[in-house]
Nanobody
């Protein structure tokens, strides 16, 4: 099993940037594809970005493409989400997740989840 802990959330003005981190422990990090999801108040959790086990391939939701970048450092057991040009509609709790099944944009593929970190973007 793998345990995930997110950090880096906070309050930022529109147009600003934040970098989220997700530290993994308890298992071999490089065995897992990783993803970021988010859930805004009153809405369902949605896919944001994902990265393969080696970091060689990434994918993004259309709403964040060109603004967000997912990356990972397998030596540090950490996955990152760099968020630039933030908009009020990016306000949500952001979750990282690990998949032993490989790269996926579907929540059902992810068996391990962090507790989430709040991102609030003011206008």
């Amino acid at each position: 099993q793998v345990q995930l802990v997110e950090s880096g959330g906070g309050l930022v003005q529109a147009g600003g940037s934040l970098r989220l981190s997700c530290a993994a422990s308890g298992s071999t990090f490089s065995r897992y594809a990783m993803g970021w999801f988010r859930q805004a108040p009153g809405k369902e959790r949605e896919f944001v970005a994902a990265i393969t086990r080696t970091g060689g391939s990434t994918g993004y939701a259309d709403s964040v493409k060109g603004r967000f970048t997912i990356s990972r450092d397998n030596a540090k057991n950490t996955v990152y989400l760099q968020m630039n040009s933030l908009k009020p509609e990016d306000t949500a709790v952001y979750y990282c997740a690990a998949s032993s099944l490989g790269y996926s944009q579907f929540m059902s593929s992810y068996g391990y989840w962090g507790q989430g970190t709040q991102v609030t973007v003011s206008s």
